[in-house]
């Protein structure tokens, strides 16, 4: 009797833990790229926020990540945002776009192949490389007659940011008018957050700036509550839904060495993210992860005050550097994002837990 009871005891004990071991596959993920966005920049945001106030320690897991392009030290936003969509490396200025013209599918295109609704919001013009990665396929990140095109012929549900200008005809090489294309696919184009945030429909592209969005503190408060309108609507669908968030100009702030531009668009990136984490808190079913497509500027912080809020920012370059970005995690399957790993290993990750 004994040699049966403990054999029957370990093959138990094996499936229970076999059980404790597979992860439940979140409903929803929603990807957060900071552009620029270093180490420095994160405690940056840290200080400004006094601290405990800061989103980024209500993550419970972190971990780095290696930005280097398929060609280049130093990522471009094209090559390192279609890492981050898409797990594959390329050249700088390509967007999901191969050595071999190759055009590499998102992670976004598995959600809908799954049954989940899709879509970004952006404080960049839609057509910015980040955004593109989402759902474009071009061999150069500036070919913006040819992005709005495939913008208007995607599946994103969701599309929030600038570049109106793009869509009219007047402005365009060819002529055309994606606006029409639009329309015919049943989606409305919104000038404005208000009108964004009163929207009742199922289908919507945001284009509040004829351009690129204003800079901080000028553009107020739009990322925040875009982005949970945005989650509102693609979280009616039962499947559930994928999402990115982005923000934009972090990196400009740190392109221009502007330390006031740069901590005003970390205040709104906190803004962002604490009603996003409030949100999946009270959801439980939704993983969120948030990175940076590259670091930009060289930035160090030799001298400040944590209880004040004050940080004396030096930065020592004026584009992309190559060194490792943070990762951050919250929700179902989180824990898989510690550690140093491969910019392109987070969507592989984001494709394992979410069983595409």
């Not at 390509?94 to 404080?123: C, E, K, M």
């Not at 429909?201 to 509040?208: E, Q, R």
């Not at 309108?229 to 499947?239: D, F, G, Q, T, V």
């Not at 969120?288 to 920012?313: C, F, K, M, Q, Y």
Request: glycine residues 10%; aromatic residues 10%; proline residues 5%.
């Amino acid at each position: 009797m004994k040699r049966l009871i403990f054999p029957l005891f370990m093959a138990a004990a094996m499936l229970l833990c076999g059980c404790a071991r597979q992860e439940k596959a979140p409903k929803n993920v929603i990807l957060i790229v900071g552009d620029g966005m270093g180490v420095a920049q994160v405690y940056a945001s840290v200080v400004a926020a006094q601290g405990d106030n800061s989103a980024f320690l209500r993550f419970p897991v972190t971990g780095f990540s290696r930005t280097y392009s398929l060609n280049k030290y130093r990522t471009d936003s094209s090559a390192g945002g279609t890492a981050l969509t898409t797990g594959q490396k390329v050249e700088n200025y390509h967007v999901n776009w191969g050595p071999d013209s190759s055009r590499y599918q998102t992670i976004y295109d598995d959600a809908v192949a799954h049954g989940l609704l899709t879509g970004f919001v952006v404080v960049s013009d839609c057509m910015d490389a980040t955004p593109a990665a989402t759902y474009g396929h071009v061999p150069y990140r500036k070919m913006y007659d040819t992005l709005s095109l495939q913008l208007a012929q995607c599946q994103h549900s969701v599309m929030v940011g600038g570049g109106y200008k793009y869509f009219l005809p007047e402005n365009r090489k060819d002529g055309l008018s994606p606006l029409d294309t639009l329309a015919a696919r049943g989606y409305c184009v919104l000038r404005d957050l208000d009108s964004l945030l009163a929207f009742e429909g199922d289908k919507v592209v945001g284009l509040l700036y004829d351009g690129d969005p204003l800079t901080e503190p000028d553009r107020g408060d739009v990322l925040r509550p875009a982005s949970i309108k945005a989650i509102e609507m693609l979280s009616r669908n039962p499947k559930g839904f994928a999402m990115l968030i982005e923000g934009s100009q972090i990196d400009w702030a740190c392109h221009n060495n502007d330390s006031a531009y740069l901590i005003a668009e970390l205040k709104d990136f906190e803004l962002m993210l604490h009603a996003v984490l409030d949100w999946a808190e009270k959801d439980g079913n939704t993983l969120v992860v948030v990175t940076a497509d590259h670091e930009t500027g060289g930035l160090t912080l030799p001298s400040g005050d944590i209880e004040a809020g004050i940080n004396v920012p030096r930065f020592h370059w004026g584009s992309h550097t190559g060194v490792m970005v943070p990762v951050f995690a919250y929700g179902p399957g989180a824990e898989r994002f510690t550690g140093i790993q491969q910019n392109t290993d987070i969507p592989r990750k984001i494709r394992e837990i979410m069983g595409w």
